[in-house]
């Protein structure tokens, strides 16, 4: 996977003031990176994603904790685990999956036969954060390897957010794939009655935000 760059923070948007100080996020990002930030090392390296993007994921789905949520969706990630195995299995047919991913989810117990098959994914592997984390890689490198995902090489995490937050099927997801907008600010403002994207797009892209903290407080933390 190529090296993309990503345009952080966007001017005219700001992380909403219910999302935290910027000192109380930079604590709980300081404190999910001490407890879990390995696994996210693991997961970046393997899919190419680059860690401070896939660690933002964790902290605005989630605050990184890999209790949270509920349903089928609960997990630091919080991704919807009945379309894990799949999505897993579309990786290893298509020769995505690394030697180090293959050993790494068969130390779960997630193996794959001799057709490419492999066991039903559970809320319990959900709540293991390793296995959550390299995961919600593998379902995001599938975005991130999408034409729309992309503007030269910057990545339009933007658009990655809208998409991996409502699903690929969504209304929402079809206006982001679709726009021709030329930044984060353009789109989250095309989304509009999407209040759950907009807020995360700009937790995550917008001033005092995760990525603006990511690259500046913890630049030489979350590496």
Do not use: C
């Not at 997961?43 to 349903?71: D, Q, R, Y």
């Amino acid at each position: 996977m190529a090296e993309y760059t990503l345009s952080i923070p966007t001017v005219g948007l700001t992380s909403p003031a219910s999302f935290g100080s910027r000192a109380a996020i930079t604590n709980l990002m300081k404190n999910g990176w001490d407890k879990y930030g390995r696994f996210f090392q693991f997961a970046s390296k393997e899919s190419g994603i680059p860690v401070k993007a896939l660690f933002s994921f964790a902290v605005a789905e989630s605050g990184v904790n890999p209790n949270a949520g509920s349903g089928v969706t609960k997990g630091i990630m919080q991704t919807n685990y009945t379309y894990l195995k799949s999505q897993l299995e579309n990786e290893y047919k298509s020769g995505r999956l690394s030697d180090a991913e293959k050993s790494k989810l068969a130390a779960y117990g997630i193996k794959f036969d001799a057709k490419g098959n492999t066991r039903q994914i559970t809320q319990a592997d959900n709540l293991k954060p390793e296995l959550a984390i390299l995961m919600g890689s593998i379902v995001l490198s599938q975005l991130v390897d999408q034409p729309w995902a992309k503007n030269g090489d910057n990545l339009r995490l933007d658009k990655i957010i809208t998409v991996y937050n409502t699903g690929l099927y969504s209304k929402w997801s079809k206006i982001a794939m679709a726009s021709k907008s030329v930044n984060a600010k353009q789109l989250h403002d095309e989304l509009s009655g999407n209040t759950v994207s907009q807020s995360y797009i700009k937790k995550v892209m917008g001033i005092n935000g995760i990525l603006d903290i990511a690259t500046k407080e913890l630049n030489n933390v979350i590496v």
